[in-house]
């Protein structure tokens, strides 16, 4: 994938369609919510495949930009608690990603 360098006047703001750093990049297919264990996993699942196949240079030299960030909270209430009182405790964390980027 190559990087493309867009040269706007003032306002133009990054669509998130483009890679920001380095030489590789995830894409989503679909729009939904990614958790945050989700997020982790695929962290980690990157790291792995990138230790294999580098033979552990990745290791010493590879760095990797997570830009997306679980900031909505899931909440939930125990079940057989009465109507009222509030929202639940946040379960977990949520991030929206959209189409294509």
């Not at 030489?23 to 729009?31: D, E, H, I, N, Q």
């Not at 997570?66 to 949520?94: F, H, S, Y």
Request: proline share 4%; net charge positive.
């Amino acid at each position: 994938m190559e990087k493309h360098l867009v040269i706007c006047s003032r306002g133009c703001k990054p669509d998130g369609t483009q890679l920001g750093f380095g030489r590789y990049g995830t894409k989503s297919l679909r729009a939904g919510h990614l958790s945050y264990r989700a997020i982790e996993a695929a962290r980690r699942a990157i790291i792995g495949q990138f230790n294999r196949t580098m033979n552990g240079k990745f290791r010493r030299n590879g760095k990797i930009w997570v830009r997306l960030l679980a900031d909505l909270p899931i909440t939930g209430k125990p079940t057989e608690v009465r109507m009222g009182r509030g929202k639940g405790n946040p379960t977990g964390w949520i991030a929206r990603v959209s189409t294509g980027r």
